[in-house]
């Protein structure tokens, strides 16, 4: 059921919004290149793709106060003739995984030979896993990211087609705790109690220091309001929803995250 909000709800609605549009708008000029440099080719491989990725990534990553610690392609298996199994994914300097803080822009070091021991299958991980299904981009987590933060991070990634075939994900990872320190003020000015989530329900903030990040929300009805939010991930933005027990669903755009307003008849 619709219900109507408080304005300025939907203003701190939309300032979310506007604080992860410009990473969406960066991330499909991104996508629109790398499908560009794939059909000049005729057989598209690593040794070419790398170079470009780090010509698109590098400036973003290390723009000052950017929000985005990592960021890259990800090659479908197989497709990449010289390169079966392929991250092309560089870090920041503020990107403290497996080097520390301050170490500059460098490449993840990821194994890529399945045999190893240390491989893992980063098509069963939601960030690909998702995209690949439905083609259309996908915002992960709050998780932690144990193949490049080991932090808790929300990724972003929408896929790269070419020849009408999936070629990869490109995307980007954000520290949560930098999305925090840039959406909390924000999420406070709601003057309720007031929790940011994603599709699934998970906290990525909260006015309420018991919420914790990356924690599911358990709030009776809060999956049935976000259901819109998953369908039309990509999209245009699902209405306010009441929730029972007189609180408010809010989506924040087409981000997929929402805010969850509690005690509205108080």
Not at 104 to 124: I, K, M, N, W
Not at 173 to 194: K, T
Request: with cysteine; proline share 6%; aromatic share 6%.
């Amino acid at each position: 059921m619709t219900v109507t909000v408080d304005v300025s709800a939907l203003q701190i609605a939309a300032r979310i919004a506007s604080t992860i549009d410009p990473v969406f708008t960066m991330i499909d000029r991104w996508r629109d290149r790398i499908e560009a440099e794939l059909l000049a080719v005729a057989t598209p491989s690593a040794a070419r793709l790398d170079p470009r990725i780090a010509q698109l990534v590098g400036p973003a990553l290390e723009a000052p106060g950017s929000l985005i610690t990592g960021a890259g392609f990800v090659a479908a298996p197989g497709y990449l003739a010289d390169a079966p199994w392929h991250l092309a994914w560089w870090l920041s300097g503020a990107n403290t995984f497996g080097a520390g803080e301050g170490q500059g822009l460098r490449r993840l070091d990821a194994v890529s030979d399945p045999d190893a021991e240390q491989f893992r299958d980063y098509t069963v991980l939601e960030w690909w896993r998702v995209p690949a299904r439905t083609g259309t981009r996908h915002l992960t987590g709050p998780y932690v990211d144990y193949l490049c933060t080991d932090d808790y991070t929300v990724t972003i990634t929408t896929p790269v087609r070419a020849a009408g075939e999936m070629a990869g994900v490109v995307g980007t990872d954000l520290y949560v705790a930098s999305l925090e320190r840039e959406l909390l003020p924000v999420v406070r000015e709601s003057g309720y109690p007031c929790t940011l989530v994603n599709a699934s329900g998970r906290i990525v903030t909260s006015t309420d220091s018991h919420r914790a990040t990356g924690a599911l929300l358990r709030l009776d009805g809060l999956g049935e309001a976000l259901a819109p939010l998953r369908e039309r991930e990509g999209g245009a933005p699902a209405d306010a929803t009441a929730l029972p027990g007189g609180g408010a669903l809010v989506p924040c755009g087409d981000t997929s995250l929402a805010l969850v307003l509690e005690n509205l008849r108080d």
